[in-house]
């Protein structure tokens, strides 16, 4: 979906009277998160990175489309647990 349509929006128009929230940037964001977070507690830090690398990359794409509580949030949890290794 995502190499056609790349953009986050909350009124995107699917068809004529309907519209829906489509937030794909956001919903990877947060599926490279919870990967992420599985891989820290199975003991893979470094798996863990890579997916919060990931996860940031999709939730500043999706910012720079659309600002939501669901995106700011997201980033903030993702830069909490990125960082809270390196302590």
């Given at each position: 979906?995502?190499?056609?349509?790349?953009?986050?929006?909350?009124?995107?128009?699917?068809?004529e009277?309907?519209?829906?929230?489509?937030?794909?940037?956001?919903?990877?964001?947060?599926?490279?998160?919870?990967?992420?977070?599985?891989?820290?507690?199975?003991?893979?830090?470094?798996a863990a990175?890579?997916?919060?690398?990931?996860?940031?990359?999709?939730?500043?794409?999706?910012?720079?489309?659309?600002?939501?509580?669901?995106?700011?949030?997201?980033?903030?949890?993702?830069?909490?647990?990125?960082?809270?290794?390196?302590?």
């Amino acid at each position: 979906m995502l190499q056609y349509m790349n953009e986050d929006c909350a009124e995107y128009t699917l068809y004529e009277g309907t519209d829906i929230l489509f937030f794909p940037n956001l919903l990877m964001a947060d599926n490279y998160l919870k990967m992420g977070i599985i891989a820290r507690e199975a003991g893979r830090e470094r798996a863990a990175t890579r997916s919060w690398k990931k996860a940031q990359d999709f939730a500043n794409k999706s910012l720079l489309s659309e600002q939501t509580e669901w995106g700011l949030s997201l980033q903030q949890e993702i830069l909490r647990l990125s960082g809270a290794g390196k302590n």
